[in-house]
């Protein structure tokens, strides 16, 4: 595969795998016409008017402008840069891009075009739609790009919403009531689906991924993709009441979600627990629970700590630590995409120090490896890639900080050293596992193994292992597996995946 540009790495770039967790709940903007509404992008101020968003930040500066207008893509374009940016503008200007690239997502494939302006750059990023065209606006330096404009055009692009005709509501075969629980004086607010028959039920607790998710595992990131609530109505379906709840920090839940780590998500599951072993139409003694990826190592970290727990589901969980989870990612990402065997262990040796360093604390050490790492990438690049970048120093040092703060978060400290091994050691509850074969984010071939051999430690006599061929890492029908084939795909399970769940646990639940 080619060497990444500098546009690419400088400018907008969606990044779709398992350390897009470190985004919060964020606000909303609601155009005043009903046309689209976009999150608020975290860390910035919504200086927004009736006529269109507008978000600016002070550290680094940066300005964004989110807009809908009657009329052809390039002419709204030019309309909104003459507006907020330069009245000077004209057709030649925009015509001449450095760069036009279409970038595909469920609400339509959008053009992204970057412009040099004088000592800065801009991006517009247009969707041209039913005689409306949609415009996300960007301006700043080549270093605030790499800081903070990237993150906040992946924000509003992933989460742009365009209003569509209501469904009609389906009468669904079951219950379905809105609750809430506490969890370490937190309250949590879900959805508790029951079948419509009388008694008690079995029940199952659904637990997202990483990243501030919903109770429907709804994240921005991957617009469409809602696990949780597939899961919940296809086994409720089947005589099972399920319980799904939004994370803390995240719709009706209260808390934040920024200081949270896994061990306050497993808290939380346990507490969801509790809540359900109080109700007189659930069998406390048939709880069980189930999670995707990082809601997988949650699983496994509360049934260890109550031995309760009737059962465990686990979708893409890893069983070793993060910090080795990390390095077999990174290499199966860019296999993946194609990258050079050469080019891979080169970025494997750069991630691999990075990371032990981050394990030890040493921060200094940390900053300096990938400041270097950064700078000797954008030395390699040809000239006029370099012309574009300009202050070399400072676009490294940009997104040094970037990656800093990522690295230092609480959640991401547990994550890199946590192994989810030392709780499957003490599960005796019955065990699902279910791994992608396709899957580059948790590897079945690195995570397989370590599962089962800490569970046999455990003397677990029920453990079921399938993996799916041709799933990635959310269980859809791919093709390579990369995180960038995601948003092309169907936002579904791949035939045959909830089935394999329910006929399993059906087995084992009365």
Request: charge should be negative; charged fraction near 20%; avoid cysteine.
């Amino acid at each position: 595969m080619a060497r990444t540009t500098a546009l690419q790495t400088v400018l907008l770039t969606l990044v779709l795998a398992v350390l897009s967790t470190l985004a919060s709940a964020q606000e909303v903007y609601s155009d005043p016409a009903g046309r689209f509404q976009v999150p608020v992008p975290t860390g910035w101020t919504d200086e927004s008017t009736p006529q269109y968003a507008k978000f600016t930040r002070s550290d680094p500066a940066g300005l964004a402008y989110v807009l809908a207008a009657p009329g052809k893509d390039l002419q709204v374009v030019l309309a909104a840069l003459q507006t907020h940016i330069d009245a000077t503008l004209d057709e030649s200007f925009v015509a001449a891009p450095l760069q036009a690239s279409p970038v595909p997502l469920p609400s339509g494939t959008w053009i992204q075009r970057i412009y040099l302006y004088g000592e800065e750059l801009l991006a517009a990023i247009s969707l041209e739609q039913d005689g409306l065209t949609y415009l996300i606006l960007l301006r700043g330096t080549q270093a605030t790009f790499m800081q903070a404009i990237n993150a906040a055009a992946n924000q509003l692009l992933l989460g742009f919403e365009i209003p569509t005709a209501a469904e009609p509501e389906e009468d669904l075969p079951y219950r379905v009531q809105e609750v809430t629980f506490t969890s370490d004086g937190i309250t949590l607010a879900g959805t508790l689906t029951i079948p419509e028959a009388d008694g008690r039920h079995p029940a199952i607790i659904l637990i997202s991924g990483s990243g501030a998710q919903d109770r429907n595992g709804a994240n921005p990131a991957i617009p469409g993709y809602q696990p949780l609530r597939w899961l919940a109505n296809h086994l409720t379906r089947q005589g099972v009441a399920v319980l799904r709840f939004d994370e803390r920090g995240v719709g009706e839940s209260g808390g934040d979600h920024a200081l949270a780590t896994s061990l306050d998500f497993a808290s939380d599951t346990l507490a969801a627990m509790r809540y359900l072993q109080g109700r007189d139409d659930i069998d406390p003694a048939q709880i069980g629970l189930l999670g995707h990826s990082e809601g997988a190592m949650i699983a496994a970290m509360a049934a260890a700590r109550n031995p309760e727990v009737a059962f465990v589901i686990a979708m893409a969980g890893a069983a070793v630590p993060g910090y080795e989870v990390l390095l077999v990612q990174l290499e199966r990402i860019m296999q993946a995409a194609g990258t050079s065997e050469e080019e891979i262990m080169a970025a494997k040796a750069e991630q691999q120090t990075a990371l032990a360093l981050a394990v030890a604390g040493d921060w200094e050490a940390v900053e300096s490896t990938i400041y270097d790492a950064l700078l000797r990438h954008f030395q390699g690049l040809p000239e006029e890639q370099l012309a574009i970048l300009g202050d070399l120093e400072a676009v490294a040092r940009a997104g040094t900080a970037a990656q800093l703060e990522a690295l230092q978060s609480p959640w991401f400290q547990l994550f890199l050293s946590y192994d989810p091994a030392q709780d499957y050691r003490q599960i005796t509850a019955p065990v699902l596992a279910l791994f992608g074969g396709l899957d580059t984010q948790v590897d079945a071939a690195q995570n397989r193994p370590a599962l089962e051999v800490a569970l046999a430690e455990a003397g677990n006599e029920d453990v079921t292992v399938v993996v799916f061929e041709q799933a990635n890492h959310l269980f859809q029908e791919a093709v390579t597996g990369s995180p960038d084939e995601y948003l092309t795909l169907e936002m579904a399970f791949l035939p045959g995946f909830l089935e394999t769940i329910s006929d399993w646990l059906l087995k084992r639940v009365r």
